[in-house]
């Protein structure tokens, strides 16, 4: 079965300050990883892949297979990044498995 | 405008009612999909099609069936509506046929309030 774990609910941060949401996922194969992103009233957005390998709005994140992890980071979180974040995983049944999710708010 | 969209924005409903919800996509995508957003974010897949194709979450209801009138829509349809019903309902499409994933769009929601 597959699975995705995002720890933490809520996260807040200053703006400025480093910000790092966790993402751990449990698969049996080799498995292709997203974070999506939805800012308040507005639909769920693709944010990136880990197969792209790039930077979106200052965002990045590297799988780990030893730790299977998928962590998203940006080094100075801006008051626009507060949104909810969902990491995602696609399996061989080629369905999106969502994490619960983390409400991430940047403080002035 | 190119998107995903759905109809209604908002469906409140008495309990044992039967609704449905309508999702279309001018993308020219070839799966859709329908997932559940409870109170508490949780975003879960309840459905995936394709022409030729439909993937079902083992833990949805028998209540709830989606139809397809063309590549194009997905209708999600509920009957004997139940208080835990009430959710956020997204509906989503993406090329999915062969190759990696693609990116799924997704429409703006459909909140279901059941009373």
């Known amino acids: 079965a597959q699975r995705v774990t995002q720890p933490e609910k809520l996260l807040s941060v200053f703006k400025g300050a480093p910000v790092e949401l966790k993402c751990n996922y449990s698969?049996?194969?080799?498995?292709?990883l997203f974070w999506y992103v939805q800012y308040s009233r507005q639909r769920l957005q693709l944010l990136l892949r880990?197969?792209s390998r790039e930077s979106i709005k200052g965002f990045t994140a590297d799988l780990n297979k030893g730790e299977t992890s998928f962590h998203l980071k940006k080094p100075f979180a801006q008051e626009e990044d507060s949104a909810m974040y969902y990491c995602?995983?696609?399996?061989?049944?080629?369905?999106?498995?969502f994490g619960s999710g983390t409400q991430l708010t940047v403080l002035p | 405008d190119t998107a995903v969209s759905q109809t209604p924005k908002y469906l409140v409903t008495q309990m044992g009612n039967d609704k449905s919800i309508k999702c279309e996509q001018n993308?020219?995508?070839?799966?859709m999909y329908w997932y559940k957003q409870d109170s508490k974010k949780f975003l879960k897949i309840m459905f995936s099609?394709?022409?030729?194709?439909?993937?079902i979450n083992e833990t949805v209801p028998n209540r709830f069936s989606p139809k397809s009138p063309d590549k194009a829509h997905l209708n999600l349809h509920i009957n004997s509506l139940e208080l835990g019903d009430s959710a956020v309902y997204f509906c989503?499409?993406?090329?999915?046929?062969?190759?990696?994933?693609?990116?799924?769009?997704f429409g703006p929601g459909t909140r279901l309030t059941v009373t």
């Open positions: 698969y049996s194969g080799s498995p292709e």
């Open positions: 993308l020219g995508h070839d799966t």
């Open positions: 989503a499409s993406s090329h999915n046929t062969g190759g990696p994933f693609r990116e799924q769009y």
């Open positions: 880990h197969i």
């Open positions: 099609y394709n022409n030729k194709e439909l993937i």
């Open positions: 995602a995983l696609v399996g061989s049944a080629r369905q999106l498995t």
